[in-house]
């Protein structure tokens, strides 16, 4: 851990929190059972979670800047030119009415309306591992409404109403500025059906396969508005085409895929296509999705990064069993951010290391 550590130190102006800061982050890795701030503090031989509380609510050091070191050690260990940016959210159950951001809001951790935060996350993914790199809190607008509650939680009066969109699109830019390798964006049909981020995403050239609605209305090749189960439900028989595009959980993920093209006045070397994934057991169930990127992508390509997806669900599960992510009992809106930077830190070096174990080369503090 210690190589990890250094890459961090510079952003902690005390030697205390930048020692503090290493022992949560081994602990969040040590396989304890619960993670908080009295586990990790018995784990660093600490009478009381004092220390580690201080840490992650007042501590002088920049969380920010660590996000961009997490994001960049990814990066450095498993970024590729054919990389894949995957935007989805996770919700995080909490008692009471004071944390940052809580209220019975939708969890699709949960499957049902449940009390609540829920953080957008990005994750990054290549062939040799993938890790989280980005988040945010989202704030839901009645707490935006009310700047009283709000500064009790410790959110900044800066801080604005943003949809999760929105976060994505933030998110996502700062990706771009940094130079992250990356060929593809993906995410779920809550993004996906967002007409806005969409054409975001291709004012800044960014190949994206987006899932979305059944009903969802597109312009078709001929220039008429269609709907997306429409225009698949004219395709024959023969358009359809079975692939598989993994190892899932119970064996190779097969579906039958098909597509056709989308949209009119193409730009040069560009494509839009909307995809269809069809159950093979059930033919009635068909999933959705809208693509745009190089107009040379074959229906292979396309189905590829839609399958894609599940890897930050793969993330999410690895980093609340493996590194605490959700393990925090904290309220304030500053703690969060810590917090959650901090797991996904332990995260990344855990996706590190076992991408080096894979590739058979041991897992040294000079590699990682």
């Known amino acids: 851990?210690?190589?990890?550590?250094?890459?961090?130190?510079?952003?902690?102006?005390?030697?205390?929190p930048r020692g503090r800061a290493r022992e949560y982050v081994s602990g969040l890795v040590a396989g304890?059972?619960?993670?908080?701030?009295?586990?990790?503090?018995?784990?660093?031989?600490?009478?009381?979670?004092?220390?580690?509380?201080?840490?992650?609510?007042?501590?002088?050091?920049?969380?920010?800047?660590v996000r961009d070191d997490v994001r960049d050690y990814v990066v450095e260990h498993l970024g590729e030119p054919g990389g894949v940016l995957i935007v989805d959210d996770t919700g995080f159950l909490k008692k009471g009415v004071r944390s940052a951001g809580v209220q019975r809001q939708y969890s699709g951790t949960?499957?049902?309306?449940?009390?609540?935060?829920?953080?957008?996350?990005?994750?990054?993914?290549?062939?040799?591992?993938?890790?989280?790199?980005?988040?945010?809190?989202?704030l839901p607008e009645p707490w935006i409404a009310d700047r009283d509650r709000c500064q009790r939680a410790g959110i900044p009066d800066e801080v604005e109403f943003a949809t999760k969109p929105r976060q994505a699109m933030g998110m996502l830019a700062r990706a771009f500025e940094a130079g992250v390798p990356f060929a593809w964006v993906t995410a779920d049909e809550a993004y996906g059906q967002v007409k806005y981020l969409r054409a975001w995403l291709e004012e800044h050239d960014a190949a994206y396969v987006l899932a979305t609605k059944v009903?969802?209305?597109?312009?078709?090749?001929?220039?008429?508005?269609?709907?997306?189960d429409e225009l698949i439900a004219d395709l024959p028989a023969r358009a359809w085409r079975r692939l598989s595009v993994g190892a899932g959980a119970h064996g190779p993920r097969e579906y039958d895929w098909?597509?056709?093209?989308?949209?009119?006045?193409?730009?040069?070397?560009?494509?839009?296509?909307?995809?269809?994934?069809r159950s093979i057991s059930d033919p009635t169930e068909i999933a959705y999705y809208i693509c745009y990127g190089p107009r040379r992508s074959t229906l292979l390509n396309l189905a590829w990064i839609a399958g894609a997806r599940w890897r930050i669900e793969e993330c999410f599960q690895q980093a609340k069993n493996e590194a605490g992510l959700d393990h925090y009992q904290v309220r304030s809106w500053r703690a969060w951010y810590a917090h959650i930077t901090l797991s996904m830190l332990a995260h990344a070096w855990l996706a590190v290391a076992k991408s080096l174990a894979i590739k058979g080369e041991s897992v040294s503090p000079n590699q990682t």
């Open 1 to 16: 851990m210690d190589r990890v550590h250094d890459r961090i130190a510079g952003r902690f102006r005390r030697s205390e």
């Open 32 to 65: 304890l059972e619960r993670k908080n701030g009295w586990t990790l503090a018995e784990q660093s031989g600490e009478v009381s979670p004092d220390g580690m509380q201080r840490l992650l609510r007042w501590a002088d050091w920049d969380i920010d800047g």
């Open 110 to 138: 949960a499957g049902r309306i449940e009390n609540c935060q829920i953080g957008t996350f990005l994750a990054y993914a290549g062939d040799h591992g993938h890790a989280l790199i980005d988040r945010a809190l989202y």
């Open 215 to 228: 009903n969802d209305t597109l312009i078709t090749a001929e220039g008429t508005e269609q709907r997306a």
């Open 258 to 277: 098909a597509r056709v093209p989308v949209r009119i006045g193409w730009q040069a070397g560009r494509g839009h296509w909307l995809l269809a994934r």
